[in-house]
C-alpha cells in the first residue's frame, strides 16, 4: 500500500519517500502470462521478436490488443519493453548512422561541446535535435528511418495519434562513466523542490505525456554499458522526489539490470522509470542510440499567444506596479499569466542549462528583469537574446 502523505493527501513531499515501500514496488515478478505477445521475459523485462509481432499487427483487431498489451507494459507491467530487430533493414540503421557520424564530426570541428543532462559533460558525444538535423541533412534518410512500423506501434499505444518526435543522439565513447539514475521529462527534469510543487496527480499523470526510447545504432554487449533500468519502479508514486535519495541510488546499483542489444534493436520505456545509460567498460565500442522523446499531442494550450510579445508590453507595468507597493507574489502572479514559464521546447544546442536541468524560462527573465530595476532596453536585449537562442537553427 502506498505510504501515507503527511503533506495532506493532494501533495508529495520527500519525507514520502520511503525505501522499504519502494522495494515493496520493484521487486514484482513480471508474469509471461500476462503478456502472451511477448517473445520472453529477461531480467524481469518484457522482450518482443519484431517480426513476430508483425504477424500479429496485421488486423485491426490484432494490432488493438498488442498496443493494449504494451500499455499495460508501461503502466501496469515493467514499464519497459525491447523489440529486438526493430528495424529489419540493418542498412536504413546504418545510413542514419553515416548521417549522425557526421554531425558529430561537424560539432567537433566548430569545437562545439553538448552537455549531457545527468552525465558530466564532454563524457558522451550528444547530437540534439538529430531528428531536424537528419531531415535537412539526407531527407531519404530521415523518411526510410521514421516509416518503421515498430516505432510507430509503440508510440500509438502510449499515446494515441498525432504524438510529436524528437531525437538525441547519444554516444558514449570507450572509458565513459555512466550516467547517474534517474527519472525522465517532465518531473525528471525539475529539482525536488520545483516538483514538489506540483500536486500528486500530476506526478500520476505527467508519465503519460511522453515515452522515451532508444533505437541501437551500434552492437550493445553489456561491457559497452548499455541503459541500466529498475523495472517496475515506474509504479513508486513518490519517485520524482526519491531519486536522488542516497539510499535509492544504492537499492538502484545493487539491482539494475542491463539488456545487451543488437544494432536494429529498440528498447522503449515508461519515463518514470528508474534508468541511466551505463559505463563504458569497453575498449573500442563506440556505443551509439538515438534516444526517442515522444510526446502526447494534448500537451499544448488552445489559442496561439505570442508571449515574448506580451512580456514586453507589460514589463513597465509590471515595474510600476511593484513600484506602488505590489507584493513580490503578486507581481510574480502577474508574470505567471504574461510569460511562458517552461524551460522547453528550446534548442539545446545553443540553450544549454546552465545552474540546473533546465535553462532559465521566460517568466523567471521577466522578474529578474523587474526585481533587478532593468530598463526597458536593456530587457528588450535579453528578451530577443532568448528567443534567438530558443529558436532550431539546426544545421
Same mark, same amino acid.
Given at each position: 500500500?502506498?505510504?501515507?502523505?503527511?503533506?495532506?493527501?493532494?501533495?508529495?513531499?520527500?519525507?514520502?519517500?520511503?525505501?522499504?515501500?519502494?522495494?515493496?514496488?520493484?521487486?514484482? %515478478?513480471?508474469?509471461?502470462?500476462?503478456?502472451?505477445?511477448?517473445?520472453?521475459?529477461?531480467?524481469?523485462?518484457?522482450?518482443?521478436?519484431?517480426?513476430?509481432?508483425?504477424?500479429? *499487427?496485421?488486423?485491426?483487431?490484432?494490432? @488493438?490488443?498488442?498496443?493494449?498489451?504494451?500499455?499495460?507494459?508501461?503502466?501496469?507491467?515493467?514499464?519497459?519493453?525491447?523489440?529486438?530487430?526493430?528495424?529489419?533493414?540493418?542498412?536504413?540503421?546504418?545510413?542514419?548512422?553515416?548521417?549522425?557520424?557526421?554531425?558529430?564530426?561537424?560539432?567537433?570541428?566548430?569545437?562545439?561541446?553538448?552537455?549531457?543532462?545527468?552525465?558530466?559533460?564532454?563524457?558522451?558525444?550528444? *547530437?540534439?535535435?538529430?531528428?531536424?538535423?537528419?531531415?535537412?541533412?539526407?531527407?531519404?534518410?530521415?523518411?526510410?528511418?521514421?516509416?518503421?512500423?515498430?516505432?510507430?506501434?509503440?508510440?500509438?499505444?502510449?499515446?494515441?495519434?498525432?504524438?510529436?518526435?524528437?531525437?538525441?543522439?547519444?554516444?558514449?565513447?570507450?572509458?565513459?562513466?555512466?550516467?547517474?539514475?534517474?527519472?525522465?521529462?517532465?518531473?525528471?527534469?525539475?529539482?525536488?523542490?520545483?516538483?514538489?510543487?506540483?500536486?500528486?496527480? *500530476?506526478?500520476?499523470?505527467?508519465?503519460?505525456?511522453?515515452?522515451?526510447?532508444?533505437?541501437?545504432?551500434?552492437?550493445?554487449?553489456?561491457?559497452?554499458?548499455?541503459?541500466?533500468?529498475?523495472?517496475?519502479? %515506474?509504479?513508486?508514486?513518490?519517485?520524482?522526489?526519491?531519486?536522488?535519495?542516497?539510499?535509492?541510488?544504492?537499492?538502484?546499483?545493487?539491482?539494475?539490470?542491463?539488456?545487451?542489444?543488437?544494432?536494429?534493436?529498440?528498447?522503449?520505456?515508461?519515463?518514470?522509470?528508474?534508468?541511466?545509460?551505463?559505463?563504458? @567498460?569497453?575498449?573500442?565500442?563506440?556505443?551509439?542510440?538515438?534516444?526517442?522523446?515522444?510526446?502526447?499531442?494534448?500537451?499544448?494550450?488552445?489559442?496561439?499567444?505570442? @508571449?515574448?510579445?506580451?512580456?514586453?508590453?507589460?514589463?513597465?507595468?509590471?515595474?510600476?506596479?511593484?513600484?506602488?507597493?505590489?507584493?513580490?507574489?503578486?507581481?510574480?502572479?502577474?508574470?505567471?499569466?504574461?510569460?511562458?514559464?517552461?524551460?522547453?521546447?528550446?534548442?539545446?544546442?545553443?540553450?544549454?542549462?546552465?545552474?540546473?536541468?533546465?535553462?532559465?524560462? %521566460?517568466?523567471?527573465?521577466?522578474?529578474?528583469?523587474?526585481?533587478?530595476?532593468?530598463?526597458?532596453?536593456?530587457?528588450?536585449?535579453?528578451?530577443?537574446?532568448?528567443?534567438? @537562442?530558443?529558436?532550431?537553427?539546426?544545421?
Amino acid at each position: 500500500m502506498p505510504a501515507p502523505h503527511p503533506t495532506g493527501p493532494g501533495w508529495l513531499s520527500r519525507d514520502d519517500c520511503r525505501l522499504e515501500d519502494f522495494v515493496a514496488v520493484v521487486e514484482q %515478478q513480471t508474469d509471461p502470462g500476462d503478456y502472451p505477445y511477448a517473445d520472453t521475459v529477461v531480467d524481469n523485462v518484457l522482450v518482443y521478436d519484431s517480426d513476430r509481432l508483425r504477424k500479429q *499487427v496485421d488486423s485491426a483487431d490484432g494490432r @488493438r490488443e498488442v498496443q493494449a498489451e504494451l500499455a499495460r507494459a508501461f503502466t501496469d507491467g515493467p514499464g519497459l519493453v525491447v523489440f529486438q530487430g526493430a528495424f529489419p533493414d540493418r542498412a536504413v540503421v546504418d545510413r542514419a548512422t553515416v548521417a549522425f557520424n557526421a554531425m558529430i564530426a561537424d560539432q567537433r570541428a566548430r569545437g562545439a561541446a553538448s552537455g549531457d543532462h545527468f552525465a558530466k559533460p564532454g563524457a558522451n558525444d550528444r *547530437v540534439w535535435n538529430a531528428l531536424e538535423k537528419l531531415a535537412v541533412r539526407d531527407p531519404d534518410a530521415f523518411a526510410a528511418y521514421y516509416a518503421n512500423d515498430i516505432l510507430a506501434l509503440v508510440c500509438a499505444a502510449w499515446l494515441g495519434p498525432a504524438y510529436q518526435v524528437t531525437s538525441q543522439v547519444n554516444v558514449v565513447n570507450p572509458g565513459g562513466e555512466a550516467q547517474s539514475p534517474h527519472r525522465d521529462y517532465h518531473l525528471g527534469f525539475m529539482t525536488d523542490d520545483e516538483a514538489a510543487r506540483f500536486p500528486a496527480h *500530476v506526478h500520476r499523470l505527467s508519465p503519460a505525456l511522453t515515452l522515451q526510447g532508444a533505437v541501437a545504432h551500434s552492437d550493445m554487449p553489456v561491457e559497452s554499458g548499455p541503459t541500466m533500468y529498475l523495472p517496475h519502479s %515506474q509504479k513508486y508514486l513518490p519517485g520524482y522526489l526519491a531519486w536522488r535519495r542516497p539510499e535509492f541510488v544504492d537499492y538502484f546499483h545493487e539491482h539494475l539490470v542491463q539488456l545487451p542489444l543488437a544494432t536494429g534493436d529498440a528498447a522503449f520505456f515508461n519515463p518514470a522509470l528508474l534508468h541511466g545509460a551505463g559505463h563504458n @567498460r569497453s575498449a573500442d565500442i563506440k556505443r551509439m542510440a538515438n534516444l526517442l522523446q515522444v510526446s502526447s499531442a494534448f500537451g499544448r494550450a488552445m489559442e496561439t499567444v505570442d @508571449r515574448r510579445r506580451v512580456s514586453d508590453a507589460v514589463f513597465p507595468a509590471l515595474v510600476r506596479l511593484r513600484a506602488d507597493g505590489a507584493g513580490d507574489d503578486a507581481v510574480r502572479n502577474a508574470i505567471a499569466a504574461a510569460a511562458e514559464g517552461y524551460g522547453f521546447p528550446t534548442d539545446l544546442d545553443r540553450d544549454q542549462p546552465v545552474d540546473g536541468l533546465a535553462p532559465e524560462t %521566460q517568466a523567471a527573465l521577466l522578474w529578474r528583469a523587474v526585481r533587478e530595476g532593468w530598463q526597458l532596453d536593456a530587457f528588450r536585449s535579453a528578451l530577443t537574446d532568448q528567443a534567438a @537562442r530558443r529558436g532550431s537553427d539546426a544545421a
